[in-house]
């Protein structure tokens, strides 16, 4: 994990419990005293995370996330993964030995659809079965007493598995098998391969326009992506597509529909978030790569949010118009109501934008900011 994520969890609340932590398949196991000693590690580590506050504990998520894992790679050897869900609006997903997989909010925004999604959970899931982090644990482990030292550092349980992150990154050698494995799994599962390196090219198209928007230097192909241990972006988009090319069949699918359907009651939520980094240009380009052109209501409500909360000049007048189009394309969208009427308040526009937000609350009569929004829709 990044130190981005323990700087957001370094004040929550976290309690150990007593079960016991079932493991993956049957014969896959710590094997000596040093991996036994890695397990429980992780397990305590587990205990601790199921008690975070920021895990998003909704069965039919949670449910939904899991069940595309186990299409990917077969019921029998996900049976026993336990899949977190981590509110934290960047891309990552981590696998750890003892068969724990810790999913990032910002990774389910960012993937376009099923195919997308399996292919990073089925990438974590090949390290895990390939023993890949074992390996790197037990090169550690031989040079310096690493769990010793991991325990002695200060800032608790996050600080500890960050550097535990940091110091396991895989090889490039041991991404690209974790590539190929979770490839080969992507076919067979009836997903279209293709999909593998299509993630790539919109990951890497994405940190090349945050480059730019920061004004520096593009960094995706010379710094190997995220680390620079792992391939070249550009080599691991072409070696993907080359490999996915012979696998691809007829009835293979994306799952872009039954994607949609499963995050739309998320959608608000993960784009609020990623709005609050502030980051505009790096989430104006997200959003215009995931629409292609093609801007469904929740996108349009997306950008609306978005240029509400930049609020320079003109900016909401521009959000209205994309409320409007929002509202058009789907009436039922509620916090499309409510961007739209505080957008025209914000713009000079006050009777229209209170009766805006009137139908919200006609919509969305338990709606969390009733009380403000209603203060805000009677206001002499």
């Known amino acids: 994990m990044s130190a981005a994520l323990r700087a957001i969890l370094a004040g929550a609340a976290l309690a150990v419990a007593a079960p016991a932590i079932a493991h993956s398949a049957p014969d896959y196991g710590p094997r000596d005293d040093t991996e036994r000693g890695l397990w429980q590690q992780m397990d ?22 899991k ?19 981590m509110r934290t ?61 991991i325990r002695a550092l200060p800032g608790g349980f996050f600080a500890q598995m960050g550097l535990m992150g940091s110091v396991m990154s895989f090889n490039r050698e041991m991404e690209r098998q974790a590539d190929l494995v979770a490839l080969d799994d992507l076919a067979r599962s009836g997903y279209d391969p293709i999909a593998a390196s299509e993630i790539w090219e919109q990951l890497r198209a994405e940190m090349d ?11 995706m ?6 680390f620079s241990s792992h391939p070249n972006s550009k080599d691991r988009m072409e070696y993907l597509r080359a490999a996915a090319i012979g696998k691809r069949a007829a009835g293979q699918t994306k799952g872009v529909e039954s994607y949609r359907a499963a995050l ?30 093609a801007w469904t209501a929740d996108l349009l409500y997306a950008r609306g949010e978005l240029y509400r909360a930049r609020a320079k000049d003109g900016d909401f007048l521009k959000a209205v118009g994309f409320y409007k ?20 308040m914000r713009s000079g526009a006050k009777d229209e934008g209170k009766q805006s937000l009137k139908t919200y609350l006609v919509k969305r009569p338990d709606a969390d900011d009733h009380g403000i929004i209603s203060l805000m829709a009677h206001a002499k």
Request: proline fraction near 3%; glycine fraction near 6%; charge should be neutral.
């Open 264 to 293: 739309a009651p998320w959608w608000p939520m993960l784009i609020d978030d990623q709005i609050k980094l502030n980051q505009f240009a790096e989430t104006e380009f997200l959003l215009n790569s995931m629409a292609r052109g």
């Open 67 to 85: 069940g595309v894992l186990c299409k990917t790679v077969g019921a029998e050897r996900c049976q026993n993964t336990r899949i977190y869900i």
């Open 89 to 149: 609006p960047h891309y990552n997903a981590m696998m750890a030995p003892n068969g724990m997989m810790v999913v990032w909010s910002g990774l389910l925004l960012r993937t376009r659809n099923e195919a997308e999604l399996a292919t990073v959970l089925g990438h974590e899931f090949a390290h895990f079965e390939k023993r890949h982090s074992i390996q790197l644990y037990r090169n550690i482990k031989s040079k310096t007493d690493a769990m010793t030292w």
């Open 325 to 344: 189009a929002a509202i058009a394309a789907d009436a039922a969208l509620a916090e499309s109501w409510r961007g739209l009427g505080l957008s025209q």
């Open 221 to 226: 192909d010379s710094m190997g992506d995220f």
């Open 44 to 65: 305590e580590y587990e205990r601790e995370l199921k008690n975070s506050s920021f895990i998003m504990t909704d069965p039919a998520l949670n449910a939904y996330v």
């Open 209 to 219: 326009s945050t480059a730019e928007g920061r004004r520096m230097r593009k960094t």
